[in-house]
């Protein structure tokens, strides 16, 4: 049980780290890269804002690069010095501009002195930009901005290449220092639960060899016991005392017999073949007909032909009985209702009754050992709250798992079994 805990607990730190971890790393990223097109953004508005074809220097002749036109005189300006003011941001960036008339012409480029586009690309792309009707975006690596000014339109980019370089290297050395300490945590976690779950498993396992010895031990007395009252019995006849000593070690000997049960099933390796399930759910059915009848209660079934499982008869044969024997004792209603169906690559078995509400918190709690939603009526028919502990006991020894629901007054419990192939 606890190694199945272990590696529970170890697969919930794992999934929570990585989760944590990309859910940060996205959030980062996200942020990071939000805040630096923001910040271009501001710096190409800006520098659109105080671009002025005045102060562009008259140098050269700037062709145009219109279909079927002449090339047209303007000025090609230089890298023009930038106010102070406006940060170290901007004064590192690099800006590229193309002014156009209102007829169409170039009156001014910049190539932002770098070489990295010759100033026909930049008016190329400049031209595209005006033919698509937008007045922001992102064109490769650049982002640009289209300004309306008097008497002329400005088409401005930023180059923003070496942001988007340090947001794929600062994303590489985070996957890598990420991974690196996930791995790490991963190593760690599994070291430390194995430290703070070994004693509990040693605990448990003590606990269950105790219950097993003991169990074991105690079968001789209630036999020893039980053969003297009877012996009793025939020489002094009816006797209350007599009586009362005879049904409590009746009731010890029902209690004994049920902790072996549960103590085979927790711990001892049983033999295993293949079982038709429906045959042993349809006997067991068939066998508790009776038993539901003197209640005034019928049992209705739908199983499947031929559901086979690994596994052990008797074993299942049990299960299936303490199902049965459990609907039976709670239900409040008149209907059982028993299924055994295919369902993907399982066997499913399922009880259902009807029955009060039963609280969430206690809920829970119905598979542990000794354990009853009814205090008052622990008492009642030598039960005592072992059944469906042996039941799930018997549910996961076959790889399987037992659920229980209360929803509408309905009582449902399902056990999943893995089908043989």
Request: hydrophobic content about 40%; glycine content about 6%.
């Amino acid at each position: 049980m606890f190694s199945r805990s272990r590696k529970k607990i170890i697969l919930a730190i794992m999934v929570s780290l990585i989760l944590l971890f990309t859910v940060t790393l996205s959030v980062i990223m996200l942020a990071s890269y939000h805040e630096l097109r923001r910040q271009s953004s501001e710096m190409l508005e800006r520098y659109a804002d105080l671009y002025s074809l005045d102060q562009q220097p008259k140098t050269e002749m700037v062709p145009d690069l219109r279909p079927d036109s002449q090339d047209l005189p303007g000025p090609a300006p230089e890298q023009r010095d930038l106010p102070p003011d406006l940060g170290p941001g901007f004064q590192l960036s690099t800006f590229y501009s193309v002014a156009f008339s209102e007829e169409g012409a170039v009156l001014s480029v910049n190539d932002g002195g770098n070489g990295l586009y010759s100033k026909d690309e930049l008016i190329r792309m400049a031209r595209d930009l005006l033919a698509k009707d937008k007045t922001a975006g992102r064109l490769d690596s650049l982002s640009y901005t289209i300004s309306r000014k008097q008497g002329y339109t400005l088409v401005a980019f930023i180059d923003d290449t070496m942001t988007e370089r340090s947001m794929r290297t600062l994303l590489h050395n985070v996957l890598i220092v990420g991974g690196t300490s996930i791995v790490i945590l991963f190593f760690l976690s599994l070291f430390l639960s194995g430290q703070i779950i070994h004693p509990l498993e040693e605990n448990d396992k003590k606990q269950k060899q105790f219950i097993s010895d003991a169990s074991h031990e105690l079968k001789t007395p209630v036999a020893v016991i039980s053969t003297n009252a009877e012996l009793l019995s025939r020489e002094l006849g009816e006797n209350e005392w007599l009586a009362n000593i005879q049904y409590e070690n009746e009731r010890m000997g029902d209690l004994v017999k049920q902790l072996l049960d549960l103590s085979r099933a927790e711990n001892t390796e049983t033999p295993v073949e293949t079982v038709d399930l429906s045959r042993v759910v349809t006997g067991e059915m068939l066998a508790f007909e009776s038993v539901a009848f003197d209640q005034g209660k019928t049992i209705q079934s739908d199983i499947d032909e031929g559901i086979r499982v690994m596994g052990n008869q008797a074993q299942l044969t049990q299960l299936t009985s303490i199902l049965l024997d459990n609907a039976v004792r709670h239900g409040a209603g008149n209907k059982i209702e028993l299924t055994c169906k295919r369902q993907g690559r399982s066997a499913v078995l399922s009880a259902v009754n009807d029955g009060d509400e039963i609280p969430a918190e206690k809920l829970e709690h119905l598979f542990d050992r000794f354990y009853r939603v009814d205090e008052a009526r622990s008492n009642e028919g030598h039960h005592y709250g072992l059944g469906l502990s042996i039941a799930k006991a018997v549910a996961e020894k076959h790889g399987g798992n037992i659920a229980v629901s209360c929803r509408d007054g309905k009582i449902r419990f399902t056990v999943s079994i893995p089908e043989k192939k």
